[in-house]
């Protein structure tokens, strides 16, 4: 009888540990999409930027410059406050 108790609590903690392992490896997943996007736009700002910053220089007497990315993004330099944004896209507000 105290065999079978035992049996049976190995396989549980068994379960258990599957269950965690699992759980762990999709958290892990999820983590790698993240960063991989939040690269993207890392780079795609980068770009921009380097762009913008080009476009400035060829013009400086405007106040606002535009530029469109290959993905059909727009981003704007401001005068005011030497930040790109990025227009009509989701919520990426932020400037760099």
């Given at each position: 009888?105290?065999?079978?108790?035992?049996?049976?609590?190995?396989?549980?903690?068994?379960?258990?540990?599957?269950?965690?392992?699992?759980?762990?490896?999709?958290?892990?997943?999820?983590?790698?999409?993240?960063?991989?996007?939040?690269?993207?736009?890392?780079?795609?700002?980068?770009?921009?930027?380097?762009?913008?910053?080009?476009?400035?220089?060829d013009s400086p007497e405007q106040t606002v410059w535009m530029w469109t990315d290959e993905n059909g993004f727009d981003w704007v330099l401001f005068a005011e406050s030497n930040r790109v944004y990025r227009l009509g896209g989701g919520d990426d507000e932020g400037g760099s």
């Open positions: 009888m105290n065999l079978h108790r035992r049996g049976t609590t190995i396989l549980e903690i068994l379960a258990v540990l599957l269950v965690v392992l699992v759980l762990i490896s999709f958290l892990f997943r999820l983590n790698q999409s993240e960063i991989a996007d939040n690269l993207a736009m890392a780079q795609s700002r980068e770009t921009a930027t380097r762009e913008l910053w080009l476009i400035r220089m």
